[in-house]
């Protein structure tokens, strides 16, 4: 009997407010939804997650390359030689023309400056145009050196292609975090309903001018707690 009452107490004090509780958890989650639903339709399964991707270009054709730098240079290749250093905010490629004798074999080579390591290595003739693909943002080098010849005068022109999202496909990806965001929050606020509810019961009937406290009471609103403030008058 004693465990009915207190159930009953619960549902006169708290039970109006943790529907209202429950009910907008669930209209953030669907809100939440409906926003990612959104950035998904844009973009497709490319997912802002983690959340360091928000800052990333999502590939074509979500994004284009463009033409970010270019640089010119001529000189006599005699061994080895680190043509120039460059560093990649975003994915990519680089654009090599190399004007030279057409019977001159050079060889060109990309190094990875974090690592050290040499990412790619071919060989071209001079006059030939050459791509090579930067697969992610790093700092990098291009080296060069003549193969059948001691000594080959050439003209470098090294263009630099890095990658911008178009801004449809930034809009979407915000609208997938914030709907991430926004379904969080409602999932957090389900799982704490009842706690929630009952502060909101306990503040409402506390902040409450002594003369209408009685008046909430009466219409279920801190049902639990009338007592209490009564003992502390």
Not at 126 to 134: A, D, K, N, S
Request: net charge neutral.
């Amino acid at each position: 009997m004693g465990d009915n009452m207190v159930l009953r107490r619960y549902f006169l004090a708290y039970g109006p407010l943790y529907v209202k509780v429950v009910i907008s958890s669930l209209i953030l989650m669907i809100i939440g939804a409906t926003i990612f639903q959104v950035g998904i339709y844009y973009v497709g399964v490319n997912f802002v997650l983690p959340p360091q991707k928000l800052f990333q270009p999502l590939p074509p054709p979500y994004s284009t390359y463009v033409l970010s730098d270019m640089a010119t240079y001529k000189m006599n290749l005699t061994g080895l030689l680190e043509i120039c250093r460059y560093k990649f905010d975003t994915s990519g490629y680089i654009s090599i023309d190399i004007t030279g004798p057409s019977d001159a074999l050079i060889e060109v080579t990309l190094d990875d400056l974090s690592t050290g390591k040499t990412l790619y290595s071919l060989i071209t003739h001079g006059g030939e145009t050459i791509t090579i693909p930067i697969e992610k943002p790093g700092s990098y080098a291009i080296n060069m050196k003549p193969l059948n010849r001691g000594i080959v005068e050439v003209s470098i022109v090294i263009s630099y292609y890095t990658l911008r999202e178009k801004p449809e496909a930034i809009f979407a990806k915000w609208l997938q975090a914030m709907g991430l965001l926004i379904f969080g929050i409602g999932f957090l606020v389900f799982l704490a309903s009842p706690l929630v509810a009952a502060k909101y019961a306990e503040s409402a009937y506390s902040l409450a001018p002594k003369e209408i406290r009685e008046e909430l009471a009466n219409l279920g609103i801190a049902q639990l707690h009338r007592n209490r403030m009564k003992e502390t008058e």
